[in-house]
């Protein structure tokens, strides 16, 4: 059953090891959705951190202490048992997606694609329902709305408009309305991709950026912003009507960056 929006009702105040479980959840979710295979086990090692250390949060809300006599805190394990009058049915394969991380932290192992996309959504439910459930805390005041849709499988209505923009390119009348068009698109693009708190918004260096995420070299990429910047300033600059045949190569370099960037699938 669907979780409903719950009041928050705990402190404003987050402690500095909660924030860090939720900036390891969010790194771990990018990588995740990265698609890349070099991403795959980097999802894993950061959202198994954040799970324990939200679980280590829940056990100080308790009044509980998380070191042992030795200084160093608990393990996995050991939370576990320290919240054993908890009802945490998740616990299972939350232990084997430590073992697992275990493994990938020790031995370099890339999980698979199947693997990584079961454990990492055992992990985003169990996330959302221990904070909602524990920690009186709704997911939606802590995740970026970005990486929830992709998760939830909703549609994120700026790549979806950034797309409507691309295939109204497509069927513009004139070249250059073409290369306009398509450059409106591929701007609306990097404010999406941008992250705010920057306060920068590069064409250039977002795109490059993103799609190194990706795995996708900078040699890779290169070409193809060439290609967008040098038509679209020929035609903005001046009174230059290209030619049918370059504002295909701009609307292909375009579709080549959108799909680096993860905006459209191949």
């Given at each position: 059953?669907?979780?409903?929006?719950?009041?928050?009702?705990?402190?404003?105040?987050?402690?500095?090891?909660?924030?860090?479980?939720?900036?390891?959840?969010?790194?771990?979710?990018?990588?995740?959705?990265?698609?890349?295979?070099?991403?795959?086990?980097?999802?894993?090692?950061?959202?198994?951190?954040?799970?324990?250390?939200?679980?280590?949060?829940?056990?100080?809300?308790?009044?509980?202490?998380?070191?042992?006599?030795?200084?160093?805190?608990?393990?996995?394990?050991?939370?576990?048992?320290?919240?054993?009058?908890?009802?945490?049915?998740?616990?299972?394969?939350?232990?084997?997606?430590?073992?697992?991380?275990?493994?990938?932290?020790?031995?370099?192992?890339?999980?698979?694609?199947?693997?990584?996309?079961?454990?990492?959504?055992?992990?985003?439910?169990?996330?959302?329902?221990?904070?909602?459930?524990?920690?009186?805390?709704?997911?939606?005041?802590?995740?970026?709305?970005?990486y929830r849709a992709l998760m939830e499988g909703m549609p994120i209505p700026e790549i979806n408009e950034v797309k409507t923009i691309f295939e109204n390119a497509k069927m513009s009348l004139t070249s250059s309305e073409k290369i306009l068009s398509g450059y409106a698109a591929m701007q609306r693009a990097v404010n999406f991709l941008s992250k705010p708190e920057?306060?920068?918004?590069?064409?250039?260096?977002?795109?490059?950026?993103?799609?190194?995420?990706?795995?996708?070299?900078?040699?890779?990429?290169?070409?193809?912003?060439?290609?967008?910047?040098?038509?679209?300033?020929?035609?903005?600059?001046?009174?230059?009507?290209?030619?049918?045949?370059?504002?295909?190569?701009?609307?292909?370099?375009?579709?080549?960056?959108?799909?680096?960037?993860?905006?459209?699938?191949?």
């Amino acid at each position: 059953m669907a979780l409903g929006i719950k009041k928050i009702t705990m402190n404003t105040y987050r402690s500095p090891m909660f924030n860090h479980a939720i900036e390891s959840f969010e790194h771990g979710l990018q990588h995740y959705l990265d698609g890349t295979q070099r991403s795959r086990k980097f999802a894993l090692l950061h959202l198994d951190q954040a799970v324990e250390l939200i679980l280590k949060e829940k056990i100080v809300h308790l009044g509980k202490s998380i070191y042992k006599s030795d200084g160093t805190t608990l393990t996995l394990h050991e939370s576990f048992s320290s919240l054993k009058s908890l009802d945490i049915p998740e616990r299972p394969r939350l232990e084997e997606v430590h073992d697992l991380r275990n493994t990938v932290q020790h031995k370099g192992l890339t999980p698979d694609q199947p693997a990584t996309e079961f454990y990492v959504k055992v992990l985003y439910e169990f996330v959302k329902r221990f904070l909602y459930e524990e920690l009186d805390t709704n997911i939606e005041s802590i995740i970026d709305a970005r990486y929830r849709a992709l998760m939830e499988g909703m549609p994120i209505p700026e790549i979806n408009e950034v797309k409507t923009i691309f295939e109204n390119a497509k069927m513009s009348l004139t070249s250059s309305e073409k290369i306009l068009s398509g450059y409106a698109a591929m701007q609306r693009a990097v404010n999406f991709l941008s992250k705010p708190e920057s306060g920068i918004r590069s064409f250039r260096s977002t795109f490059r950026s993103v799609a190194s995420s990706r795995g996708f070299s900078r040699e890779k990429i290169k070409p193809y912003l060439d290609t967008i910047m040098r038509l679209r300033n020929k035609v903005v600059h001046s009174e230059y009507s290209p030619s049918d045949d370059e504002a295909q190569q701009f609307l292909d370099a375009c579709e080549n960056i959108l799909n680096f960037v993860g905006i459209i699938q191949d």
